[in-house]
């Protein structure tokens, strides 16, 4: 096996699974989020020295995947069509209200905001792979990511009922929650 294949596998095995789920998020179904993630690093074997010289391979890979959904959408656009769920659709197992109250929440963000902190929670980014995947200063992000967290405190803090509920969940899902 050449360097460059060994490189690719172990960033594939490494990095794909939070890949996959960022395009996931992003993408209307698994097929298309599992074609974007193989043209990422189709796009990171075309340009392997690219690769070879980021600082961090797996932001670079992010970078990378962030703009082939941006080219995807684009394209849907001059289509016509819808391709893209800029959703968090993070798994649910437990029905909460508030979780569904928060998802709409974070949706209502700025863009940057939105993607930033989602990158953090989601992927597990750090604050400099963040950087590096979108193309902003480290301390933009830190600065996105901060106006994000005090306005989901803010809106939270304004929904609380004093005892740390939202206002409109009702006292029977409370007791039913053990709260």
Not at 61 to 82: D, M, P, Q, S, T
């Amino acid at each position: 096996m050449d360097e460059r294949t060994r490189v690719l596998e172990v960033l594939y095995c490494g990095a794909g699974p939070r890949l996959l789920r960022y395009l996931q998020r992003h993408a209307t179904d698994a097929g298309v989020a599992e074609e974007l993630l193989q043209d990422t690093f189709v796009a990171a074997a075309k340009d392997f020295d690219g690769l070879q010289a980021a600082i961090n391979q797996e932001a670079w890979l992010f970078g990378i995947a962030k703009n082939l959904l941006r080219n995807r959408a684009r394209r849907a656009r001059l289509l016509g069509r819808a391709t893209l769920n800029m959703e968090l659709t993070a798994p649910q197992t437990v029905m909460d209200p508030r979780i569904d109250a928060m998802r709409e929440e974070i949706q209502k963000l700025p863009e940057a905001q939105r993607e930033a902190i989602t990158m953090r929670l989601v992927d597990e980014l750090s604050y400099e792979q963040i950087a590096e995947a979108t193309g902003v200063p480290t301390g933009t992000v830190r600065s996105r990511i901060h106006h994000a967290v005090q306005r989901l405190r803010r809106w939270a803090a304004a929904r609380s009922d004093g005892t740390g509920r939202p206002r409109n969940v009702s006292a029977a899902h409370a007791r039913e929650k053990g709260e």
